[in-house]
């Protein structure tokens, strides 16, 4: 199994610049969540879909951000325009959501630095 | 979802059991406990879970009391690559409340 991958792993951009990243959560999931890590702030969930339908974004810090699921197998999350406080690891993760234990899977994170 | 108390670090030398603890004392009754860990510049890492029964695997093993208010987690012969931050969530299985939300963990540094 492949795990959940996300591109690009390092981005470094100029304040302003819109930044896409990538998820493609584990084939058969049903669930994706998009989280960011800073050292001030921790783990943050930023929004979930499940079936490819966005359930909770009160996460989403502005409308700087947006996330889409076009389908099962992919996921981005957009920040236009970018500035420097949104410099952080962005995880996505998945998992398939039964009545009973779901266990959530992370990626490896893609590490944004916006100067 | 319950909020829950962890100590924020921990160590443990090498070889010897790791025991790190939780306190939920709000958990209600259809909350599991789950446990993660983040090894430095990795994504979070399930390792077990359990709703009020004890629970083990070939990572480690889970002690849920009585009376479901507080939980350890035990990694049997802890070793240098399980130094790492630890995570401890109570979460509502099923519906659409299915998100993890992450505290602030245990900082466990296991040394030679």
């Known amino acids: 199994d492949a795990g959940v991958i996300q591109s690009p792993r390092h981005e470094v951009t100029e304040m302003g610049q819109e930044v896409t990243l990538r998820c493609k959560p584990i084939s058969g999931h049903n669930s994706l969540f998009w989280y960011r890590q800073t050292m001030m702030r921790g783990l943050e969930l930023l929004i979930y879909f499940n079936n490819n339908v966005p359930i909770d974004d009160s996460g989403m810090p502005e409308d700087r951000f947006s996330a889409k699921m076009p389908n099962a197998s992919f996921s981005t999350l957009k920040i236009q325009p970018s500035e420097p406080r949104d410099s952080a690891v962005y995880f996505c993760a998945s998992s398939l959501r039964r009545r009973a234990g779901n266990t959530i899977y992370f990626g490896e994170g893609s590490w944004l630095t916006v100067v | 979802d319950a909020k829950t108390t962890q100590p924020p670090s921990m160590d443990c030398a090498e070889g010897r059991a790791a025991n790190l603890p939780c306190n939920h004392s709000t958990i209600s009754g259809n909350e599991y406990v789950y446990w993660y860990r983040q090894i430095h510049s990795q994504g979070p890492q399930y390792i077990i879970h359990g709703l009020k029964n004890n629970e083990t695997n070939e990572m480690a093993s889970l002690i849920i009391t009585e009376d479901r208010k507080s939980s350890t987690l035990i990694l049997p012969h802890a070793t240098l690559r399980d130094t790492a931050v630890y995570y401890c969530?109570?979460?509502?299985?099923?519906?659409?409340?299915?998100?993890?939300?992450f505290g602030t963990g245990t900082r466990l540094q296991v040394t030679l």
């Open positions: 969530i109570v979460r509502v299985e099923g519906g659409t409340a299915s998100k993890l939300t």
